[in-house]
């Protein structure tokens, strides 16, 4: 069973007493930095000169510096960059600047877990994972609450890496709700999973599917959209506020005895054998080897892909739908 730590268990004096150093200011950097300040932290930003994120940065009051000066400056150092970025920018511009006592951070394990950062032994590793995207991170924060994070210890040179992996989580509102204690082996190879397998490779496929079988039988495009996708967040709003049995007691009887009964035709012991494959790919390094063995190309067939999904039958459906609902201009 995890560990669960809340506010009383963390002291947020911790990481007030250093500079912590953020790298990167996208969806996670950007929530991070604004909740860091807003907690009393003194936040630094490395970023690339002149980029767009630099720009938000100024808007939003900071004084972004280059990587190097960050890294050189601060006591915490925040790696919240893209992992297929992480390696080059801490072999260029971070590598250098570490010293006995200082601190690398993650919000991920997967550059740690499979070996594109090894970092010396005169330094704390450590991770503080929020269970969200940034926006939402930020957007509790501000409402006075957090929401859950993951906190692991991967090196622990002076002995402070959970008060300190603890303190940062406090200052980002974490610890408000809750903070599980993990691994970084742990954390990289289930959040993996639930990705490829769930959340988003599982999900797309089933829904996409489900269209494909409907418009394809004659359906109306357009009704096959709303039974397949667009009420999939009511569903999955459900599940999320009440649990699978609470989602089943808010549906009506037909779709509960359609859905317990049929369900397990579509994702059978056949399709739980593949997800064990799938896991057993990110156990083994093989998922890793082919995302960021050879970057380059990998970028190179993701956007391929991606352009595919665009041109899908289901998305130019989709996007006339959220036009009228109002979602989407």
Known sequence: ?????????????????????????????????????????????????????????????????????????????????????????????????????????????????????????????????????????????????????LVAVEQDYDKSALKLSLSYAKAIGSTKVGVLQTSFKEETEEDLFGEQAVLVGGLIYLIKDGFDVLVEAGYDPELAYFEVLHEMKLIVDLVYSSGLEGMLRAVSDTAKYGGLTRGKVVVDEQAKAKMKTLLKDIQDGSFAKEWTGDVVASKKRLEEMMEQIKHEKIEEVGLKIRRMAGLQK
């Open 1 to 149: 069973m995890a560990k669960i730590y809340y506010d009383s268990d963390a002291d947020i004096e911790v990481i007030r007493k250093k500079t912590v150093a953020v790298i990167g200011y996208g969806s996670q950097g950007r929530a991070h930095a604004l909740n860091l300040r807003d907690s009393g932290v003194k936040v630094i930003l490395g970023l690339r000169e002149g980029g767009k994120s630099w720009k938000q940065a100024e808007q939003d009051g900071f004084k972004p510096r280059t990587i190097d000066e960050a890294a050189t400056l601060g006591d915490v150092i925040c790696m919240l960059i893209p992992d297929t970025e992480q390696k080059k920018i801490y072999e260029t511009s971070i590598k250098a600047h570490l010293s006995p006592g200082k601190s690398l951070m993650f919000a991920h394990g997967y550059n740690i877990r499979y070996g594109l950062i090894t970092p010396p032994d005169f330094i704390n590793v450590f991770m503080v994972a929020p269970k969200s995207p940034g926006p939402k991170l930020r957007e509790v924060y501000k409402q006075g609450f957090g929401v859950p994070s």
